[in-house]
Structures are given as C-alpha cells and as structure tokens.
C-alpha cells in the first residue's frame, strides 16, 4: 500500500478521543459495503466453510459488521498494513463477542493466501492508497474462488461538500498552498468508470461500478469535527501542518462547518464510488 503514516501517535489519538462519533459517522459507508458485498447470498449453498477477506480493513470495518451478520456461518479476516489500527479491530471484536474474525498484518500486493481461499473481499476507503494497483486487484482476482465477490468503496470526485468545507476552505484562505500527492490520489476514481476499467483489466467480469451518496454526519460540534479532521485526514498532513495554529483558517473553516450544523450534528452528503465485480 502506499507509504502513509497510519500508526502515527496523532492520528490514533484522535481515533480514540472520538471513537464513538467517528463510528457513527461512517456508519451509512459501512453498510453500503456490506449491502455490495451481500454475504449472505451464497452461505448455505454447499461450500465447505464460507470465508470473507477484509483488506485495508483499519481498525476493523466492514470486517466487524460483516463477522456479525455471518456469526457461525462464515470467518472473516481482516488485514492492513499498519499495526496500531489491527489491535484497535481486535478490541472492538473482541468487545462484540466475535469469535469468527481474526486480524492479521499484511500487504495487499502479496496476500498471505493460498489461491482460491476466499468467497468474498471487500475494501472500504482503502484501495485508493494501493501502491500498484493492477497488482492489488490482482492478488485479489487469485485468492477468490470462482464464482466469487469483490465490493471496493472509495471516495468519489474530491468536489464534495466534506471536503469543500475543510481543505476548499483552507487554500480558499491560503492558495499558495499545493495539496499533497497522497490526498490526490484519495480521488483518483472520482473519474466514472475509473475503477471499472482497473477491475477488468484485472481479471474481473460483472462489473458494476455506481456513485452513491450516502449520509456523513459528525455527531457534535464543528470544533470538534475540525479537530478530527485533522487528525486523522493522514493523506493531507503535510497541508494541514502548515496551518497549524493558523487563526484565520481555523475561523474560515470553523465558518464553513457552522453553516452545515443543526445544533447536533454537522450535515454532509458523501459521494462514494462502490464497485462490485465477480471472479468467473
């Protein structure tokens, strides 16, 4: 995967400081992976031990969810490239009561995995930082068994209200300010068929790639959001460290966040790029 510091003290830190709203905030992204994934198709249909991979799974979803929604019925496992975020998924499983998840470091571009070992692999905003992509989707066109799903969620076009608020905001203030390659490539399918065509060239067949706007609520304050955003927005660092302290941008953002807040909760609309895709 792409060189990102997901194991910084920084980011864990605000990871658990708003754990439960972040939680909260990605639920609706959650479960559009999951309703793609639909792991509940094939299950008692004869195969041997139905097993689901989760990749670039951080601290554990839809890996967490999609173990939930099988219980005895199917494994699942989850991998990532980062440590710290593993023991953060093997907490909230074990918190859960989960006994059919495990967690396990490792790369996307040389899966630990005999071929054909797997029903299903998902990939929730993780396959935008895939080092050498054709590679990833490779690896994992051969761990599928035949017949199997593949359902990969990933931001959409960066021209979104999420993220219009906050960085827009920012070079609004400071233009002279180039955004980092690593945040770029967090939008490379925004693009319509962008995803697909990586797909196909991969192996897969069925291909069906859609834009889904889907709900991206923070649960509290705006101060609060902005202090998440940055974070854990690990793509954007190197941005966001030369406004640090800055208080004409914090109040320009803080501005723009205000406008999207009832009182509750700060209103966002995502649109996400969801691709399903079958190995045949």
Sequence with gaps: ?????????????????????????????????????????????????????????????????????????????????????????????????????????????????????????????????????PKALREMH??????????????????????ESTIGTLRRVRPELEIPASARAMFKFGVPGTLARALGAAGFSKIDERVRELRWDWHGSPGEMWDYFRGVTVPFRALLEKVDGDEEVDRAVLAALGGRFDGEFVRFEAQMVVATAVRE
């Design 1 to 133: 995967m792409a060189e990102q510091i997901w194991d910084s003290f920084a980011r864990l830190n605000a990871g658990e400081r708003f754990k439960a709203q972040s939680a909260e905030m990605g639920a609706a992204v959650t479960e559009a992976i999951v309703e793609a994934a639909n792991v509940t198709a094939d299950v008692g249909r004869g195969l041997p031990a139905f097993r689901v991979l989760d990749v670039a799974c951080g601290s554990g979803e839809p890996s967490i969810s999609i173990a939930a929604l099988l219980k005895e019925s199917g494994q699942v496992v989850g991998v990532d490239m980062a440590e710290e975020p593993l023991k953060v998924a093997r907490q909230r499983a074990s918190l859960r009561g989960l006994q059919n998840v495990e967690y396990m470091q490792a790369d996307v571009h040389a899966l630990p995995f005999a071929g054909e070992s797997f029903d299903r692999v998902t990939s929730r905003l993780g396959v935008m930082f895939f080092a050498d992509l």
């Design 142 to 163: 051969r761990v599928l068994r035949p017949g199997g799903h593949v359902a990969l969620l990933t931001w959409g076009a960066m021209e979104q209200p999420y993220f």
